[in-house]
């Protein structure tokens, strides 16, 4: 059936009971995942929220890769290459490339310390590191509001799947919904009683579905499209001016102009990847430090599939030009974000568009279930633990971030159910400037205790209001087209904040990614701010950590001893 038809609002049922099938394989895989690999007991963080600490090379890889390459990822850059090309879309390759030779230097110092003093997110270490509760506080809860909405965008993506199959109707709003709503409510539950092992199964099947679906769908568009005809149809369409005597529609590749957006982007973003909580969440669940290192130097394969992926933006472009396919959806409304999921519908059989779609629905399960652990770790170490209940036990923190993690994904799920859409992407914007801001107090503790405390609490403030002020004073139309009489017409309704996540680097016409002025900032407050500090003498805060805890393979023998005479002393009293 093609994406035109699909318009219409039949529900194809080939491509649905595809995508079921591969749906009970991953529940019945997130159920059974309590006993792959299980301690002793789950009754811990360690076990429910890292996975035991034990994940080896490739569960790494695999968990990494579900993790950081989502169902929103799968069709957002794609949908970005679609509309304005290279500058808003392919950054995404350069910047996931640049990430990990980053993380390749600084990461394993980060495991090794949070192994050895039994750290489990990366505001346990800021507050061990600084002795500072405020700053810790203020790394956790950017932290969590950075990771909501990147929960809710995985949602987008399952949107946009059941939108093509034929269920996203303007119909009643519960029967539209319901196919997401029971998605998430088994996502819950498999998670609630497998912790971080459930995601780190399920992502075997999510990445092999898309490596798969990745490769067939670039030996269709070498044989039935031809890349010169593809680049062609896209320089076509973004040189093209978005309206009468207006600018052009988007660029096939950066310009003299876009450099600099294009650059601190890419940059920006690759500083920002390995900020995230659940990013750091899978750091945390490998085995040793050589098993960080040997992913730094594997996970670029994922950059490569994301390159193919975000061709498919072009030849969506060409099969639009064609007259093949469009990108409207049930409700007649232009999405962009239904390039992807549009073309496979039509290029290929129901079947095989079913494992496609399969792929998204499965990569945005992965990524929801590891960010909702995360942001329960956050909440329960950080938090709960460190301002309401100093001497919780293991079992406690554990079923405290089982519950918070329910809560997370279910507000995820209401927020993109109750708004629109496009208020996740403005958060989700705001998240990557956001969590930037946490990268001076972390990176730099890894390696120095020269900032002091208190600056790098004003540091991160004055980052976020800059970053969120700038980032709201970004107009654009609010633009919305619809099928009128089988003909596309576009209405504006005023303008809409934030627009972009670039803006003018202040005094200068050269246009930037937020974030990076943010964090420039956020560098010079703390700079000056710790001379000053230390010049008065302002108390620093005690340092656990010793030098050794930055190179260690194992936890402290205190940490083990303390661990095992808490664990057995509470399950016999459990």
């Given at each position: 059936m093609s994406a035109a038809l699909a318009a219409g609002g039949d529900v194809n049922g080939v491509e649905l009971g595809v995508v079921l099938f591969f749906f009970v394989i991953v529940t019945a895989g997130g159920f059974l995942a309590v006993r792959w690999r299980r301690s002793a007991s789950m009754n811990s963080l360690d076990e429910w929220?890292?996975?035991?600490?034990?994940?080896?090379?490739?569960?790494?890889?695999?968990?990494?890769?579900?993790?950081?390459?989502?169902?929103?990822?799968?069709?957002?850059?794609?949908?970005?290459?679609?509309?304005?090309?290279?500058?808003?879309?392919?950054?995404?390759?350069?910047?996931?490339?640049?990430?990990?030779?980053?993380?390749?230097?600084?990461?394993?110092?980060?495991?090794?310390?949070?192994?050895?003093?039994?750290?489990?997110?990366?505001?346990?270490?800021?507050?061990?590191?600084?002795?500072?509760?405020?700053?810790?506080?203020?790394?956790?809860?950017?932290?969590?509001?950075?990771?909501?909405?990147?929960?809710?965008?995985?949602?987008?993506?399952?949107?946009?799947?059941?939108?093509?199959?034929?269920?996203?109707?303007?119909?009643?709003?519960?029967?539209?919904?319901?196919?997401?709503?029971?998605?998430?409510?088994?996502?819950?539950?498999?998670?609630?009683?497998?912790?971080?092992?459930?995601?780190?199964?399920?992502?075997?099947?999510?990445?092999?579905?898309?490596?798969?679906?990745?490769?067939?769908?670039?030996?269709?568009?070498?044989?039935?499209?031809?890349?010169?005809?593809?680049?062609?149809?896209?320089?076509?369409?973004?040189?093209?001016?978005?309206k009468p005597g207006g600018p052009p529609t988007g660029a096939l590749i950066t310009g003299d102009k876009t450099t600099w957006a294009y650059g601190t982007l890419a940059f920006g973003s690759a500083l920002a990847l390995f900020m995230y909580p659940h990013s750091m969440t899978g750091v945390l669940a490998s085995k040793s430090r050589m098993t960080i290192r040997r992913n730094a130097a594997l996970l670029p394969a994922y950059s490569l599939m994301l390159a193919l992926l975000a061709l498919l933006g072009f030849a969506a472009i060409y099969e639009v030009k064609q007259g093949h396919m469009n990108v409207f959806g049930q409700d007649g409304k232009a999405n962009a974000q239904l390039a992807v999921p549009h073309f496979f519908q039509y290029a290929f059989p129901s079947w095989f568009a079913g494992v496609a779609f399969a792929a998204i629905a499965i990569g945005a399960l992965v990524p929801a279930a590891i960010m909702s652990i995360a942001a329960a770790n956050l909440f329960t170490r950080n938090i709960y633990r460190e301002f309401f209940r100093p001497d919780a036990a293991p079992r406690e923190e554990a079923q405290v971030s089982k519950i918070v993690s329910l809560l997370v994904k279910f507000g995820a799920l209401l927020f993109v159910l109750g708004m629109d859409k496009q208020n996740a992407i403005n958060l989700q914007l705001l998240g990557g400037v956001w969590i930037l801001q946490t990268i001076l107090a972390i990176v730099a503790g890894l390696y120095t205790r020269w900032f002091h405390r208190w600056a790098l609490l004003l540091g991160w403030a004055a980052g976020m209001v800059y970053g969120t002020i700038t980032a709201y004073r970004q107009k654009v139309p609010n633009a919305t087209t619809k099928l009128v009489d089988g003909k596309p017409v576009t209405t504006v309704d005023g303008m809409r904040h934030f627009g972009s996540s670039l803006a003018k680097f202040p005094g200068t016409d050269t246009t930037v990614y937020i974030a990076i002025t943010a964090l420039l900032l956020n560098i010079v407050v703390a700079v000056v701010l710790t001379v000053v500090l230390r010049l008065v003498k302002a108390p620093a805060g005690t340092d656990e950590t010793e030098a050794d805890d930055y190179y260690s393979d194992s936890a402290s023998p205190e940490l083990v001893e303390a661990e095992e005479r808490t664990m057995s002393g509470h399950e016999r009293t459990a």
């Open positions: 929220g890292l996975g035991g600490r034990g994940f080896g090379t490739w569960i790494t890889w695999f968990l990494l890769g579900g993790d950081l390459y989502t169902a929103y990822t799968f069709v957002a850059v794609p949908a970005a290459m679609f509309a304005t090309g290279a500058v808003s879309g392919f950054f995404a390759v350069p910047y996931t490339i640049v990430a990990y030779p980053i993380i390749f230097i600084f990461l394993p110092r980060l495991w090794s310390v949070a192994h050895r003093h039994g750290y489990v997110t990366p505001a346990d270490f800021v507050r061990g590191r600084y002795g500072s509760r405020g700053l810790a506080l203020a790394i956790a809860i950017t932290g969590i509001i950075a990771t909501m909405p990147y929960i809710a965008l995985q949602l987008v993506g399952i949107q946009a799947v059941l939108d093509t199959m034929g269920l996203g109707g303007s119909g009643n709003a519960f029967v539209r919904d319901l196919p997401l709503i029971i998605a998430f409510a088994v996502l819950a539950a498999y998670t609630y009683s497998s912790g971080l092992r459930a995601p780190a199964l399920i992502a075997f099947v999510k990445d092999t579905l898309i490596y798969v679906v990745i490769v067939v769908a670039v030996i269709y568009v070498a044989a039935k499209i031809g890349f010169g005809d593809m680049f062609h149809a896209a320089d076509a369409k973004l040189s093209a001016p978005s």
